[in-house]
């Protein structure tokens, strides 16, 4: 089953869920670990540049997944849930896309203002142009600062928003027993026999 149901999803959004899921925890533990490095380890630049590289390639399988949402909907939610566990479900995955969205584009913007002029190559293989800076940012310096804060605290509000949609996910699975863990799991018959 490829695509969505209004029972569960298919195997394209359970792919793109978990590939981007992984991507983000890695993405996360990368650049906190990047950004404690000093400038003269020889490591930095070569990771600085796959960060990079991985946060464009994050952007567009979100891009993907959000055209792939838009062309399949979402399972519809258990009747029984109540209206404000259904507007908090809605408002989380908002927020999630807004902020999977947000980071590569702040970090994209933060390396284009960026005084010292390194070009992103993208997995060794092209030079992705720079965008431009908009200058209600300012001066490139202070435009590069303030996107670099941007870009930091996005992080740190998408690891709290992370976190809330997998306790959300938790309880579902283990004190409501739903299906609502299960069916981003399996595409398969009997996914919901969790009882």
């Known amino acids: 089953m490829l695509r969505n149901t209004t029972s569960g999803y298919g195997l394209v959004a359970i792919a793109l869920h978990w590939l981007i899921a992984a991507m983000i ?16 380890d020889p490591n930095k630049f070569q990771l600085y540049q796959l960060h990079k590289s991985f946060g464009l390639t994050l952007l567009g399988l979100v891009v993907v997944r959000l055209l792939w949402r838009f062309a399949n909907p979402a399972p519809r939610l258990p009747a029984t849930l109540p209206d404000w566990q259904k507007a908090g479900a809605h408002l989380t995955h908002l927020a999630l896309y807004l902020l999977l969205i947000a980071m590569p584009l702040s970090g994209w913007l933060m390396v284009s203002a960026s005084t010292l002029g ?15 800076v908009p200058g209600f940012l300012g001066e490139p310096a202070v435009a ?42 399996s595409t398969g018959p009997g996914r919901y026999g969790i009882r």
Not at 25 to 40: D, F, H, K, R
Not at 118 to 132: A, D, K, S
Request: hydrophobic share 60%; aromatic share 8%; no cysteine.
């Open 118 to 132: 390194i070009p992103t190559l993208y997995f060794n293989l092209f030079q992705v142009p720079h965008l431009p």
């Open 144 to 185: 590069e600062a303030t996107l670099k804060e941007v870009h930091e605290a996005l992080a740190y509000l998408l690891i709290v928003v992370v976190v809330l949609h997998i306790a959300a996910a938790l309880k579902h699975h283990f004190v409501d027993r739903d299906d609502i863990l299960t069916r981003m799991v």
């Open 25 to 40: 925890v890695a993405m996360i533990v990368v650049g906190m670990y990047m950004s404690g490095l000093e400038l003269t």
